[in-house]
């Protein structure tokens, strides 16, 4: 090899980096994204089972509870006669199909950390 | 191997270089499946809450005493309530209770599909179909007493002492199944 002679071994090895490179990074940017929109939806899903939980004791006991919602994100509760819901930024967790009507609650809406009572 | 000079590129190298594509690829692999085992963890423990909180629900509203014509209205055959007794896991088995609970009574959501047996009877709208194989499942069991009879402090007593024969509730199974 020359002085100064550039080797087709060496444009070929950069030329490979380069190609692997980017599809390394369209693939980390898609899982990046799965596992931050999985993150959010955990948390959202987290509080929604949380407050489910409170509500069905309430319903199978028929105690009164003062219950305070987590604050681990920020978030909004709402519940009616037939669904609960939690919704966190973009994300919205919803249980349908519920009957709720035997059971009292202090606030319908209400956010992540906020308390209310449940009773029947 | 002998190199000339200005070579770079090698048998080695090439070799090295697929070494280190396939143990990224291994990397990502395993961190791709560590994500869908916490996705599957998330929903065996939400339908286990959702199997659970049924259960309770079923055992807690026909309780021992109720009136079965006014489910919802205070019990006028229940001899420990005056004392300050709440007698729970209990089933008032008489015809016709049964019926007036479905699945959203039983808190149990649209997307979840169910099966709710007491006595080879099933409740309405968890009464028809079994899961697909692929199917996350969970199934829980509840023993407990039920009974459609006037209930005598010392008949609970002796059932939950086992001092002599019990022959005022019937021991039974209730077995929740829910899948999505």
């Given at each position: 090899m020359k002085k100064g002679q550039l080797s087709a071994d060496l444009l070929l090895v950069i030329l490979t980096a380069i190609i692997f490179l980017i599809v390394l990074q369209n693939y980390m940017e898609g899982f990046n994204a799965t596992v931050q929109?999985?993150?959010?939806?955990?948390?959202?899903?987290?509080?929604?089972?949380?407050?489910?939980s409170a509500i069905g004791a309430v319903k199978a006991y028929g105690s009164t509870i003062y219950y305070t919602a987590p604050k681990n994100i920020e978030c909004t509760i709402t519940i009616d006669n037939t669904s609960i819901s939690v919704t966190s930024g973009e994300e919205t967790k919803k249980f349908d199909g519920l009957n709720l009507s035997d059971v009292s609650i202090t606030k319908n809406n209400f956010l992540c950390g906020d308390s209310i009572t449940i009773s029947k | 191997m002998k190199k000339e000079k200005g070579q770079i590129f090698s048998i080695d190298f090439l070799i090295a270089m697929v070494l280190a594509v396939l143990?990224?690829?291994?990397?990502?692999?395993?961190?791709?499946?560590?994500?869908?085992?916490?996705?599957?963890?998330?929903?065996?423990?939400?339908?286990?809450?959702?199997?659970?909180?049924?259960?309770?629900?079923?055992?807690?509203?026909?309780?021992?005493?109720?009136?079965?014509?006014?489910?919802?209205?205070?019990?006028?055959?229940?001899p420990f309530k005056d004392q300050g007794y709440e007698i729970n896991g209990c089933f008032d088995s008489t015809p016709g209770v049964f019926d007036l609970l479905n699945k959203s009574k039983l808190m149990i959501p649209?997307?979840?599909?169910?099966?709710?047996?007491?006595?080879?009877?099933?409740?309405?709208?968890?009464?028809?179909?079994?899961?697909?194989?692929?199917?996350?499942?969970?199934?829980?069991?509840?023993?407990?007493?039920?009974?459609?009879?006037?209930?005598?402090?010392?008949?609970?007593?002796?059932?939950?002492?086992?001092?002599?024969?019990?022959?005022?509730?019937?021991?039974?199974?209730?077995?929740?199944?829910?899948?999505?």
């Amino acid at each position: 090899m020359k002085k100064g002679q550039l080797s087709a071994d060496l444009l070929l090895v950069i030329l490979t980096a380069i190609i692997f490179l980017i599809v390394l990074q369209n693939y980390m940017e898609g899982f990046n994204a799965t596992v931050q929109g999985s993150a959010s939806t955990n948390d959202a899903e987290t509080v929604l089972i949380d407050v489910y939980s409170a509500i069905g004791a309430v319903k199978a006991y028929g105690s009164t509870i003062y219950y305070t919602a987590p604050k681990n994100i920020e978030c909004t509760i709402t519940i009616d006669n037939t669904s609960i819901s939690v919704t966190s930024g973009e994300e919205t967790k919803k249980f349908d199909g519920l009957n709720l009507s035997d059971v009292s609650i202090t606030k319908n809406n209400f956010l992540c950390g906020d308390s209310i009572t449940i009773s029947k | 191997m002998k190199k000339e000079k200005g070579q770079i590129f090698s048998i080695d190298f090439l070799i090295a270089m697929v070494l280190a594509v396939l143990a990224i690829g291994l990397l990502l692999n395993a961190y791709e499946l560590s994500v869908y085992e916490i996705k599957e963890a998330k929903t065996r423990n939400e339908l286990t809450v959702i199997a659970m909180n049924a259960g309770n629900i079923f055992i807690g509203t026909n309780q021992c005493g109720l009136d079965p014509s006014n489910p919802s209205g205070p019990p006028p055959k229940d001899p420990f309530k005056d004392q300050g007794y709440e007698i729970n896991g209990c089933f008032d088995s008489t015809p016709g209770v049964f019926d007036l609970l479905n699945k959203s009574k039983l808190m149990i959501p649209d997307v979840i599909s169910c099966s709710v047996e007491y006595s080879g009877k099933k409740v309405n709208g968890c009464d028809v179909g079994n899961p697909a194989p692929s199917a996350n499942v969970v199934v829980i069991e509840r023993v407990f007493l039920a009974t459609q009879n006037k209930i005598a402090k010392a008949d609970y007593e002796n059932c939950i002492d086992s001092v002599s024969t019990c022959s005022t509730y019937s021991n039974n199974t209730l077995t929740v199944k829910v899948w999505k």
